[in-house]
């Protein structure tokens, strides 16, 4: 009911209460309109992830796996984006659950957490469950049922053991470890093994004949020898602290990343081997030049805090195993200083030198990556230049419910209590109603 076409004279308070309740039901009904359209949508990007997954569209991205490629590409964690993987490779055996997602019965993050333990036998019973629990639910059972029964732990934790066999010039090694542990290990290397660079001798590293085996004998080998390299037997924490925090109350002090009182810093630098690193107007680590290659402890320190100790291509959130990289190379005269170093994985340092992208850096924002063709990287949809123009519309008066108190005492229920119209109006005038309701309602 639009509220105008009621006459000043028969303007009653039940007139106003149908008006702000059709407002209402519109309003419902527009938004619960939107659950299916959402659902298809959903559902329709978790089958084209299946399929990029299995035609590995990742290997052409720069990336090392889907989920890397998928979190750039939609701007998601890892971690979410191997949740989408999982769940739309377990919807191609779940019809129900996947008709749930399309049709707006059940939300995305529901069906992925679902994804995760429901069988073909048991799903259509689990999709009626889950409509009716909430997502957090859903999750706690997920982890509950992928999770092993204590004794099953404590007999896998028992029968562990490794063995190893000489003969000849080989070492034969076998081991039995629990399922995490050992899921955890192969995890730890596949990931080194995918980032082995090719054989030399290949000039086309897609045949390749090196196979799955040899590259993970070559990783566990390459993970157990650096394991301890560089390491000492009192393990070191880094704390960066500014000169005027130690001074006084000042912020900026951190430790991994994470900030803490300027009092602690004073207490931890009581007894401590101090680097000294000097710092521009800009903030920025005064670097060395070209006098050497080598790149400090202190400048490969500062470029690790300021790149959040991650490598800086898009999507990748590897931690370990970086390096920091000369965007200009020192022997091109490449100064080392931190507007031309920036932090790389040890796969992405391969991806810039040996497989020909580009990579500029000013110093200041993330660094543009390009490909091997000379366009510059973007997954994902880039934005708009300018948003599109849109017509402002005008709030109806349902929405100016939110604003008064006044809106509940004219219920429809109550309209065979006729109120003075003006009474009315002068009351809501007296509640915080914006201007747009005052104009609505005085007309």
Known sequence: ????????????????????????????????????????????????????????????????????????VFHISNWKARRWIGAAKALERLPFTAAALGNGSLSLDKVVELARFATPADERALVTWARRVKMSSIRKRADAELKRTALEATRAQDAR???????????????????????????????????????????????????????????????????????????????????????????????????????????????CHLNIVLEGIDGDAMGIGNSSRIIPRRIRRHVLKRDSHTCTFPGCEMSRFVDIHHVTHWAHHGPTHPNNLITLCDFHHKVVHEMRWKVTFSG????????????????????????????????????????????????????????????????????????????????
């Not at 990007?45 to 399929?51: D, Q, S």
């Not at 000379?374 to 349902?398: C, F, H, I, N, Q």
């Open 161 to 271: 053991y490794l063995r190893t066999t000489r003969w000849d010039n080989h070492l034969e090694i076998e081991a039995m470890l629990p399922l995490d542990e050992g899921i955890a290990l192969m995890a730890a290397v596949d990931r080194l093994a995918h980032e082995l660079p090719s054989d030399p001798d290949v000039a086309d590293p897609s045949t390749e004949i090196t196979s799955i085996e040899q590259r993970r004998a070559d990783a566990l080998v390459l993970l157990a020898t650096n394991a301890g390299a560089g390491s000492k037997k009192e393990s070191t924490v880094v704390v960066y602290a500014p000169i005027e925090a130690l001074a006084g109350d000042g912020g900026g002090c951190s430790i991994d990343g994470a900030g803490f009182h300027p009092e602690t810093a004073r207490r931890l630098s009581c007894d």
């Open 364 to 443: 200041t924002g993330p660094p543009i990556f390009h490909r091997p063709d000379g366009r510059v990287y973007e997954p994902g949809r880039p934005p708009l230049e300018m948003p599109p123009k849109t017509a402002p519309t005008r709030p109806d008066l349902s929405e100016a419910a939110g604003y008064s108190r006044v809106f509940d005492l004219i219920a429809p229920h109550n309209s065979s209590r006729k109120r003075n119209p003006r009474a009315v109006i002068a009351r809501f005038k007296e509640e915080r109603l914006p201007d747009w309701a005052r104009e609505q309602l005085s007309s």
């Open 1 to 72: 009911m639009d509220l105008k076409g009621i006459s000043g004279a028969s303007r009653t308070a039940s007139d106003l209460g149908s008006a702000i309740a059709e407002g209402r039901d519109a309003i419902r009904t527009g938004l619960m309109g939107t659950l299916p359209e959402a659902g298809r949508v959903d559902l329709e990007r978790l089958g084209w992830i299946a399929k990029a997954d299995r035609a590995e569209l990742w290997r052409s991205e720069g990336a090392r796996d889907c989920a890397e490629w998928l979190s750039a």
